[in-house]
């Protein structure tokens, strides 16, 4: 199947027109209409109904979404792995949630970049149902997550625990707070959160990673639970307070990878995540005892 041709339906679903999409491809819109019939043709199905709202998904098309997503990553990663600039020895691609690139594997990059030179490196933001997709299907090497599940053939590790605090930006705010801004941590955090206020009314703010909610919070004011690894500068310059008597949660960030693989540059690369790790786990006694004053 044409790449491109996946590549085309994708900006389209993204973009909701045939315009939109040609215009962010750089082609005519002929182009585009021309790269979609021929996809049609050979899935044979139809993927659009398109009207004066512009371009929407038949049930077919929503079926394909995932395919096409899948054709294209794997294509990419393809053509970066095979693709590698002189001087470099392999590739790895690592997806991992945004929390756990802020101040963490942002470090394991340049750790990386210090001892493995000579290894490319791919780096992505997801949550665990395409992580664990993408590992299930070799497109990804490591994925880093909070709620893994286990599956033949992944290897699995505890890295550390991410210690969740409750903040707020006034300390004069009262608990419970209706700009109280609730970030899916996962289902640990859930049940924890619904054990120790079990009568705190639905929020009327979500959001599904933590840097959404603290920008709002910051710019709107209000309390959230976050790692105190992301907040520890935001509390140090007051612009966060923790909210007195309240617990504070936990939940396991891992490390997950294909157990096949014995080639160098993937062992290095855990062995980076697990000194890390490790440099986590030590520091965080000290930092939960030192937020208790902020």
Do not use: C
């Not at 109280?180 to 009314?201: C, K, M, N, R």
């Not at 000290?286 to 004053?293: G, H, I, R």
Request: net charge neutral; no cysteine; proline share 5%.
């Amino acid at each position: 199947m044409d790449i491109e041709q996946a590549r085309t339906f994708l900006h389209v679903v993204a973009i909701g027109n045939f315009l939109g999409a040609a215009e962010k491809l750089h082609v005519t819109q002929s182009t585009v209409s021309a790269r979609i019939q021929n996809l049609e043709k050979k899935l044979g199905a139809k993927l659009f109904s398109r009207g004066k709202q512009g371009a929407a998904l038949t049930a077919a098309g929503h079926r394909f979404v995932r395919h096409a997503q899948t054709l294209v990553r794997t294509a990419d990663i393809a053509r970066q792995d095979v693709g590698l600039p002189d001087g470099y020895s392999g590739g790895l691609t690592v997806s991992g949630r945004i929390a756990l690139w802020e101040g963490f594997l942002s470090r394991w990059v340049a750790w990386m970049r210090e001892t493995a030179p000579a290894v490319s490196l791919r780096l992505e933001i997801g949550f665990e149902q395409d992580i664990m997709q993408g590992l299930v299907q070799n497109t990804l090497d490591i994925g880093l997550m909070y709620t893994p599940e286990a599956r033949p053939g992944l290897g699995l590790e505890r890295l550390f625990d991410e210690t969740l605090i409750l903040v707020t930006t006034d300390r004069m705010r009262p608990w419970p707070d209706p700009g109280y801004v609730h970030v899916d941590w996962g289902t640990e955090f859930f049940h924890q959160f619904s054990l120790h206020f079990p009568d705190h009314p639905p929020p009327a703010l979500s959001a599904n990673v933590g840097w959404l909610g603290i920008q709002q919070l910051l710019t709107s004011g209000g309390s959230g639970y976050f790692p105190l690894r992301m907040i520890r500068a935001l509390l140090a310059k007051k612009r966060l307070h923790r909210v007195p008597d309240t617990p504070h949660f936990s939940v396991t960030a891992h490390m997950v990878y294909p157990l096949s693989r014995n080639d160098d540059f993937l062992q290095q690369a855990l062995t980076g995540l697990r000194l890390l790790g490790r440099e986590e786990r030590r520091g965080q006694t000290m930092d939960t005892d030192t937020s208790l004053s902020f």
